[in-house]
T-cell receptor, first 114, second 114 residues
Framework: DADVTQTPRNRITKTGKRIMLECSQTKGHDRMYWYRQDPGLGLQLIYY???????NKGEISDGYSVSRQAQAKFSLSLESAIPNQTALYFC?????????????FGPGTRLTVL | GDSVTQMEGPVTLSEEAFLTINCTYT??????LFWYVQYPGEGLQLLLKATKADDKGSNKGFEATYRKETTSFHLEKGSVQVSDSAVYFCAPPDSGAGSYQLTFGKGTKLSVIP
């Protein structure tokens, strides 16, 4: 079984709809991240969380919100989806520590907003 | 601002050709450096890493040396295969973030033709 899972894997929605992307991990990591990937732009950090009570904005948090329901779960919400949020979304986890640690990625969710 | 500059693609090589993908970065101190790879339809996975200056990371025939004097971490492979076709991301820590985030380059798409 995969260590980092994302649901759904694909989603098509309409402008103005609220949607939630979910991420679960079995690695026991405290740190979790949400990224979006657009062609030619690499990965951009949306939000990150270093433990259950910690939520931090990344470089492109506008239009998104997150919830860290438990150590193993970190969900991303689009309150009112718009077409330029069409992208590939990745969840990632890493260990806690004093060094820059490897991040482990989920398989991604492809979101299309019509 | 940007803390990583990665060679733009796409790059197309014939099988058994030599590969170099350049990466330079800005960062405080001497952090760990990473190269990630994304195969078609998958999430990112760690390819190799170097944890200190002059360290060489290697995996699957790929190598990268942490050059602190030039703040570079170029990826090389002596003889590429069709199975190496993927997108490659350089990932140093986010400059000055102090929060142990990674900053991903824009990615370099490699296509290897038989």
């Amino acid at each position: 079984d995969a260590d980092v899972t994302q649901t759904p894997r694909n989603r098509i929605t309409k402008t103005g709809k609220r949607i939630m992307l979910e991420c679960s991990q079995t690695k026991g990591h405290d740190r979790m991240y949400w990224y979006r990937q657009d062609p030619g732009l690499g990965l951009q950090l949306i939000y990150y969380s270093f433990d259950v009570k910690d939520i931090n904005k990344g470089e492109i948090s506008d239009g998104y919100s997150v919830s860290r329901q438990a150590q193993a779960k970190f969900s991303l919400s689009l309150e009112s989806a718009i077409p330029n949020q069409t992208a590939l979304y990745f969840c990632a986890t890493s260990e806690t520590g004093d060094s820059y640690n490897e991040q482990f990625f989920g398989p991604g969710t492809r979101l299309t907003v019509l | 601002g940007d803390s990583v500059t990665q060679m733009e693609g796409p790059v197309t090589l014939s099988e058994e050709a030599f590969l170099t993908i350049n990466c330079t970065y800005t960062a405080t101190g001497y952090p760990s450096l990473f190269w990630y790879v994304q195969y078609p339809g998958e999430g990112l996975q760690l390819l190799l890493k170097a944890t200190k200056a002059d360290d060489k990371g290697s995996n699957k025939g790929f190598e990268a040396t942490y050059r602190k004097e030039t703040t570079s971490f170029h990826l090389e492979k002596g003889s590429v295969q069709v199975s190496d076709s993927a997108v490659y991301f350089c990932a140093p820590p986010d400059s000055g973030a102090g929060s142990y985030q990674l900053t991903f380059g824009k990615g370099t798409k490699l296509s290897v033709i038989p």
